[in-house]
């Protein structure tokens, strides 16, 4: 069964750095596209970056460019978001994703972790 466990999430000061990690399994991770997501109270979620398979292109919503960084490390089945910099309206539920092409039902494969809360404040 597939499955995304996101970690890291907590409580930290403006400014501050934290980062995000996300263990795939039941799945070949190493073919999937990563991307993390986030959602915060009374708000719709959105894309925050996103990494190809093979980590040759990221790309990041404005709001977090030049402070977060999106990386993997296949060999651990592993995801990543360096988060830098911190704002209070960083402040949400934070969710990796993960997309692979399901040969065997000829389409693609979704998958979401639990989410896990990241809240900036002093």
């Known amino acids: 069964q597939a499955q995304l466990v996101e970690s890291g999430g907590g409580l930290v000061q403006p400014g501050g750095s934290v980062r995000l990690s996300c263990l795939a399994s039941?799945?070949?991770?190493?073919?999937?596209?990563v991307s993390w997501h986030r959602q915060a109270p009374g708000k719709e979620r959105e894309l925050v970056a996103a990494?190809?398979?093979?980590?040759?292109?990221?790309n990041y919503a404005d709001s977090v460019k030049g402070r977060f960084t999106i990386s993997r490390d296949n060999a651990k089945n592993t995801g990543y978001l360096q988060m830098n910099s911190l704002k209070p309206e960083d402040t949400a539920v934070y969710y990796c994703?993960?997309?692979?092409?399901?040969?065997?039902?000829?389409?693609?494969?979704?998958?979401w972790g639990q989410g896990t809360q990241v809240t900036v404040s002093s």
């Open positions: 039941g799945f070949t991770f190493s073919r999937s596209a």
């Open positions: 990494i190809t398979s093979a980590a040759g292109s990221t």
């Open positions: 994703n993960a997309e692979v092409w399901d040969a065997i039902k000829a389409e693609i494969a979704r998958y």
